[in-house]
């Protein structure tokens, strides 16, 4: 690959450069922007009306502070997380693997239940069955040759259907925008939002979504600092991507929550569509939740195993065996367990509490010269991801309790 020598200044990449970074994007955000993203927002917002706005604005800062770090540095150093983290104290990578694995997991038993919730809303299937359904086509696609080439058009597609989908029900639901606008700086008890935001960061950037761009990029054979201003613009785009889809569900929903409407305990995101569009606006929700769902599990186990295969020299040529695994494990605990939409909302709050771990071994590894060579790292960036751990280490705390809470009920 002579392109990874290019200048900073051209980024003249081929059109497989441009696809796999796109795609690394994408990877990010679509895994982001599953169905615990959109439970998690269509259940905040109609428990704290506009003043929920003020936890994803404080939300998008965190992760763009916790993102931009951990991307520039894997890309500089062309280490994945674990590898960085064993470059620092032996056996570190091991545990943060055990760490990442165990909130993918967490997360993609949540990816499962809400693209069960996707067929129950377009077919009327059960919740179970529509998860098992799931588990063997994310299978399927995986293991297919030009899967991952597919994943990414998907992906992209994916992702600009369903901004248009919710930009569309935002503005037939007709929210008090000015509203959200000032409660997005001055909100109504704004201590009660702790676990909205934990569980938003984790939903966002937490456990292995933080290193799906990153490694899907060092995957691609890209690395280097010639790289960077094209990394920033990648992560931050990311993070953006997420925060307008954020913003417009948490619109769509305050506009139909203030008509005194009663979203559906067993799915709150699908009765916001049903209220705006009709009949017809589940059928709708359903197919974007459960597309949503199946990158996001594919995306989930993929990123998981890149953690996992790392553990031993025998696991590195069982990616495929890894990743079927973790989809199986993942759809059994579900059936088992059920509660999709508490475990939606509690596979966010678990992998928020993964990342002050994560994130601050990436920013000690920053200043270390063994690790990253000459690179210096920006201290305005630094100071930005300090900010970034320091707020989810307390929001951690205070989140454990509410999770306590919210499983119990």
Avoid: C
Wanted: proline share 3%; aromatic share 8%.
């Amino acid at each position: 690959m002579g392109e990874k020598n290019q200048t900073k200044t051209d980024f003249e990449f081929t059109k497989e450069h441009k696809r796999l970074l796109l795609g690394s994007v994408f990877l990010m955000a679509t895994s982001a922007i599953g169905p615990a993203f959109l439970t998690q927002t269509a259940v905040f917002t109609a428990q704290f009306a506009a003043s929920f706005a003020f936890a994803i604005l404080l939300s998008i800062i965190i992760d763009i502070g916790a993102q931009i770090n951990i991307w520039r540095v894997l890309v500089v150093t062309g280490l994945r997380g674990q590898e960085i983290a064993n470059e620092m104290v032996k056996g570190l990578g091991t545990f943060i693997s055990i760490l990442i694995a165990i909130g993918g997991l967490a997360f993609n038993i949540g990816n499962i239940a809400g693209a069960g919730l996707g067929l129950n809303a377009i077919f009327g299937l059960d919740v179970k069955w529509g998860a098992a359904i799931t588990a063997v086509l994310a299978i399927g696609v995986f293991v297919s040759k030009s899967g991952q080439k597919v994943m990414d058009i998907v992906t992209m597609v994916l992702g600009v259907l369903m901004i248009l989908i919710v930009a569309y029900v935002m503005v037939v639901s007709n929210p008090p925008y000015l509203e959200a606008a000032h409660r997005m700086v001055l909100p109504k008890n704004p201590a009660a939002l702790v676990l909205p935001i934990i569980t938003l960061v984790g939903g966002t950037v937490g456990g292995y979504i933080t290193f799906a761009g990153a490694h899907r990029i060092l995957d691609s054979g890209i690395k280097g600092k010639e790289y960077l201003p094209f990394v920033n613009q990648s992560a931050i785009s990311g993070i953006l991507t997420t925060g307008v889809m954020r913003g417009l569900l948490l619109l769509a929903v305050l506009g139909v929550v203030v008509t005194g409407v009663t979203l559906d305990p067993e799915n709150p995101p699908a009765s916001v569509f049903q209220h705006a569009l009709g009949p017809i606006g589940k059928n709708i929700f359903g197919v974007v939740l459960f597309a949503a769902a199946l990158s996001s599990v594919i995306g989930s186990a993929y990123t998981s195993a890149t953690f996992l295969k790392t553990l031993s020299k025998s696991l590195m040529k069982r990616s495929n065996l890894i990743v079927i695994t973790f989809i199986v494990v993942s759809t059994l605990i579900f059936l088992f367990i059920g509660k999709p939409i508490k475990l939606l909302i509690i596979a966010g709050a678990l992998n928020g509490l993964i990342l002050p771990i994560t994130l601050g071994t990436i920013l000690v590894a920053s200043k270390k010269k063994s690790i990253v060579g000459d690179y210096k790292h920006p201290t305005w960036m630094l100071v930005f991801g300090i900010i970034a751990v320091v707020v989810t280490i307390i929001t951690g705390i205070f989140s454990f309790q509410g999770l306590a809470e919210l499983w119990s009920s």
